[in-house]
Structures are given as structure tokens and as C-alpha cells.
DNA sequence: TTATCTAAGAGTAATAATTTTTATTAAAAA
DNA sequence: TTTTTAATAAAAATTATTACTCTTAGATAA
């Protein structure tokens, strides 16, 4: 079993993802890990974030034909992904007794059930004002 | 509006889609058909797949990180994935009652939510049976 | 039937996100 | 301090998918 250095790139990483509530993308969070160590890789950022992930530190955001996700919080929470900019928030578990999954055991092919996986999407704030008033503008 | 043609290789392609309860790759699908079509292109079956899609006729499953499959079956149903192989099948919506997703209309961000996917990931019944004979193997 | 228009085809190149490789550096153990 | 090897930087590779270019062939009109 390899054990875990703790290195300054993975701590700084690691620092500016919890920073914000956002979820940004590998490439975003290089951008915002490069202005505090400029000769940074994206391929240690990539690295770091497979790493904290796999330890549960972190939680990665899979979405279809998308880019990956990172969210600071690790804890098992529902996301939504405004169709039209892409952006991702949480959605929170105060809510979640509006839905409720319970999970069969096995599938009909007999697939023995371990996990169900929920994403949301829909039209964030931003991109809803924007486009009412296009809307508004046009007639 | 630009037209539909009813083309040859359009045909087979959805022919060989709905011919198997399965939900295969492009490329796989793109070998099946290059068994009727030996000179058919792989940027025809994704075109093609992309198109029919679009229409409705069929259905794209994207899965995170994954290669995109397809569904002949256009109607809304959930799959379930295995974790091991990567294979795809369909949950029954007879199994529906087993779990029930009520969308908020609002997240707590003020998204307006507009759809909710469901993704199963399992082992399926192969890869279990596998993996047992290895285990009683190894002891 | 024949001419015309253009969607769609074949084949190939390009794209883009992510991963791997290689040589180097630096945590942490000895 | 020396040694070990995980982690880094930088570049190259990978892989699924899409775009491009030129050609073919459905569909419609003459």
C-alpha cells in the first residue's frame, strides 16, 4: 500500500476548492491554483483531485458529455446543471423529502443494485433573467 | 426546415439498434452493420445515432466518463449499469413503484427544475457469477 | 425521364478533455 | 544525512466524438 505525502500543491488544491461553494471544473480550479503557484500543472491538478476523490475527501461531479465537476463537500448530496451555462449547485437535503428513491435490490436481469445516482437540471436564476428580457426586447 | 432522406444505411442502423434488446456503443453497433454494409463509415453510425435521437426515434444513454450507448426504445425509462463490465440494461417501470421522484419546482437557488435523471449502477449477473468462481478459486 | 438541388455518404483530419509517460524533485523514513 | 519512492512539471499520447472535404444519391421539379 503507497502512502500519502502531503505535498503543497496537493494542500493549496485542495485549499481553493473548498474556498467557494462553487464546482469548478479541473481547468478552473488550475487557473485559481496557478495565482498562488504559477508553475503549476494542470496534470497535477487533474492528479490531485482523482486522488482526493478516491480518498472521499472530495466529491467528483460526473455529468454526460461534460466536464467533470469538484465539489469541496464530500458528503452524498443531489446536483443541478442549468442546461443552458452549464453552472452546477447543490441541491439541498432540506428538499430531499420531496423525493424519495428507495432502491430495488436487484433488476429485473438480476444486476444486484449498490448505488442510484440523481441529477437534476434545469434554468439557473442568471440564465432565466436573461433570457426574459431578450424576450421582452424582442417584441 | 431541412428534410429526412430514407437512406440505406439510415435503415440498417436502426434496423440493427432494434434488432437486440441490448444498448450498444457506436462502434460496436458500427461493426454489426458493417456486416450488411461493409463500406459504411463510423461518422455515419454517430451521425445517423445523433440525428434519430434528436428525432426521437431513438435514445442516447450518456453515462459520465463513458462512452455514449443507444437505446432503440425512445420511451423514458431508467437503466442500470454494471460496474464491472460497463453493460447496460433496462429497469422495468413495473419497478417503478419501488421508487418515486417528486421534482421540487424550485431548488433552493431559485434553479427552475426541469428534468431529473436516474442512473442504477450494479454488478451484473455475469460479472457476480464471476467473480464468485474467483474467489472460491482462490481459496 | 431527366435535370437539379442538397442531404447524406465515405474517408480522413481535427478536437478536447483527460491520462500517461519520463525525467526530476522533494516528502518522509531510516 | 542518506535513502527511498511518491509526487511533480512538461510533454506526448489517448480516445471518443465531431468537423471537414469531396462525392454520391434521394427527392422534387421540369
Redesign the pocket.
Known amino acids: 500500500m503507497?502512502?500519502?505525502?502531503?505535498?503543497?500543491?496537493?494542500e493549496i488544491?485542495l485549499e481553493e476548492l473548498c474556498a467557494n461553494p462553487t464546482h469548478p471544473?479541473?481547468?478552473e480550479l488550475y487557473e485559481r491554483v496557478r495565482r498562488r503557484?504559477p508553475?503549476?500543472?494542470?496534470?497535477?491538478v487533474?492528479?490531485?483531485l482523482?486522488?482526493l476523490s478516491d480518498l472521499g475527501i472530495i466529491q467528483k461531479i460526473?455529468t454526460a458529455?461534460?466536464?467533470?465537476r469538484y465539489d469541496g463537500n464530500p458528503e452524498r448530496h443531489h446536483h443541478i446543471r442549468c442546461l443552458h451555462c452549464g453552472r452546477v449547485d447543490d441541491v439541498d437535503m432540506a428538499e430531499d423529502s420531496e423525493f424519495e428513491i428507495k432502491m430495488p435490490e436487484r433488476s429485473r436481469h438480476g444486476f444486484r443494485v449498490m448505488d442510484v445516482k440523481v441529477d437534476f437540471s434545469g434554468i439557473c436564476p442568471d440564465c432565466e433573467k436573461e433570457a426574459r428580457a431578450s424576450r421582452s426586447n424582442a417584441h
Do not use: F, P, W
Open positions: 503507497k502512502q500519502l505525502r502531503k505535498t503543497h500543491q496537493r488544491i471544473t479541473a481547468d503557484l508553475r503549476v500543472s494542470l496534470a497535477t487533474y492528479r490531485n482523482e486522488i460526473e458529455g461534460r466536464q467533470k
